[in-house]
C-alpha cells in the first residue's frame, strides 16, 4: 500500500465551494471565462483558453498552426508521451531531438543540427515544441533563436512547469503558443484540464473556435470544419481558479521540498540545473542516481515499502511507438532513463516524510538493492 504518494495534494473543499457560491445563478460559462482571464494575469499572456486537457491543448496548438498529415514537427525525445501522441493525432512526424546534461531540456545545438540537415532537404518542420521537464525551463534564448533563423514556430509545452520563470517572465508565454495541465498531479490541479497561452489574438480565437466543436458565427448551428469537444467544465474551472490563487504558495512549498532534498543527498545525486535568471518551480524532485545505479529497481524496492516514485521518462525514441522517427540523440536521455528518480513532491509533504524516502534511498543504494 501506498503511505507516501508522488505527488498529492489535499482536496481544498472550502475554497472550492467558496468559489462555486460566488457564481450561484450565473450562466457556468462564466467561470471558465473568468478562469481564463486570471490565468492570462497570473502569466502575463494576452490570452488564455481553457481545455479539458494538456494533451488537448498540444493537439490544438498544433492545428492552428497549421501541422497537417505528412508535415514533421520537432520535440524532445526526454518526455511524457503526451507531448507526441498529438504530433501523430495530426497525422505528422515527430522528429526527436534529445537533452542537455544541465537542464535534461531540449539541446539547442542539437536542434540547430536538425534545423540545417532538414532545411537542406527541403522539409523543415512546422512546429518545434519545447517541453519545460519536470518545473525546469529549457534553454529559451537559444532554441528561440535557432527557430526564428529557421522560420519555424516554437510551442510551448508547460503542462509541468506553471510557476516556473525564465528572465522574470513566465514560462509558457515565449513561443507562440504555451500549454499548461491542470491534472490530478500538478501543483495547481482542477482535478484535469488544462489551457493554452497566446498574445497573438488570430491564434487564441482559432483555438477556440475548435475547442467548442467548431461552431460558425451563425444564429444556427452552422459547421464547416471539424470540431471538438475540449473546452474545460465548469467544476474544473472552479477548483483550477481556486488553486491558482496559491500558486505561489504552492510553488514555493514545492521549490523547499526541493531544497530539503538537496540538503539530504550528497552532490554524486545530481539534479536539473537552474542557470541565472532561471527559476525552476520543482514541480517533482527529480534526481540521477550515482553512476552504476538503476532507477527501475529503485523505484520497485521503495514501493515494497509504501513509497510512490518513478523513473524518469523512457526516451521517446526508445518506445516502439516512435521507432520510426528521425531522432538527434547524444545519450543524455538514454542516461536519464537510466539512472534518474522522481520523488515525493505533493504540496503538503512534510520533512520528516522526506527523511523517510531519504534514509529508504539512500539505503537502497548504497547497501544496495
Ligand atoms: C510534458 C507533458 N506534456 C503534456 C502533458 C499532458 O497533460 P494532461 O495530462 O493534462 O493531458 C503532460 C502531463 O502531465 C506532461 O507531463
Redesign the pocket.
Known amino acids: 500500500m501506498i503511505r507516501i504518494p508522488l505527488s498529492y495534494n489535499s482536496i481544498n473543499t472550502s475554497a472550492l465551494c467558496s468559489i462555486l457560491e460566488q457564481y450561484q445563478g450565473v450562466h457556468h460559462n462564466q467561470i471558465i471565462q473568468d478562469f481564463e482571464d486570471q490565468l492570462a494575469k497570473e502569466v502575463g499572456a494576452a490570452y488564455a483558453v481553457a481545455v479539458n ?6 493537439h490544438l496548438a498544433l492545428l492552428v498552426l497549421g501541422v497537417k498529415p505528412n508535415d514533421l514537427v520537432i520535440a524532445p525525445t526526454f ?2 508521451v ?2 507526441i501522441n498529438p504530433v501523430f493525432y495530426v497525422g505528422a512526424n515527430p522528429v526527436l531531438i534529445d537533452s542537455e546534461q544541465d537542464t535534461w531540456n531540449m539541446h539547442p545545438e542539437l536542434l540547430e543540427k536538425a534545423l540545417e540537415e532538414l532545411s537542406n532537404l527541403k522539409k523543415l518542420p512546422k512546429a518545434i515544441v519545447i ?1 519545460h ?1 519536470y518545473g525546469t525551463p529549457a534553454s529559451i534564448t537559444e532554441i528561440l533563436k535557432m527557430a526564428d533563423r529557421f522560420g519555424v514556430p516554437v510551442i510551448e ?1 508547460a ?2 512547469s506553471l510557476g516556473a520563470t525564465y528572465k522574470g517572465k513566465s514560462v509558457g508565454t515565449f513561443g507562440k503558443l504555451g ?1 499548461f ?3 490530478n ?2 501543483s495547481v490541479t482542477g482535478f ?3 489551457a493554452i497561452v497566446t498574445n497573438n489574438e488570430e491564434l487564441a480565437k482559432r483555438v477556440r473556435f475548435l475547442a467548442s466543436q467548431a461552431r460558425e458565427n451563425f444564429p444556427y448551428y452552422e459547421h464547416q470544419k471539424v470540431g471538438f469537444n475540449y473546452s474545460m467544465n465548469p467544476l474544473a474551472a472552479a477548483y483550477s481558479m481556486s488553486q491558482l490563487l496559491d500558486l505561489k504558495k504552492f510553488t514555493n512549498k514545492r521549490k523547499d521540498i526541493f531544497k530539503h532534498y538537496r540538503q539530504l543527498f550528497p552532490p554524486d545525486f545530481s539534479a536539473q540545473r537552474e542557470f541565472a535568471d532561471v527559476r525552476s518551480s520543482r514541480w517533482l524532485s527529480t534526481f540521477l542516481l550515482p553512476e552504476g545505479n538503476d532507477g527501475v529497481s529503485v523505484v520497485s524496492r521503495l514501493k515494497e515499502v509504501g513509497i510512490e516514485t518513478r523513473p524518469l521518462w523512457k526516451p521517446m525514441h526508445r518506445q516502439p511507438l516512435c521507432c520510426d522517427c528521425k531522432a538527434y540523440l547524444n545519450g543524455f536521455s538514454d542516461d536519464f532513463f537510466q539512472r534518474g528518480i522522481c520523488l515525493p513532491s505533493g504540496n503538503d509533504l512534510d520533512t520528516k516524510t522526506q527523511d523517510e524516502v531519504f534514509f529508504s534511498t539512500i539505503g537502497l543504494v548504497v547497501r544496495g538493492y
Request: glycine share 16%.
Open positions: 486537457s494538456g494533451t488537448a491543448a498540444i518526455t511524457y503526451a507531448t517541453v521537464t509545452d503542462a509541468e500549454i495541465s491542470f491534472n498531479n500538478k484535469g484540464g488544462g
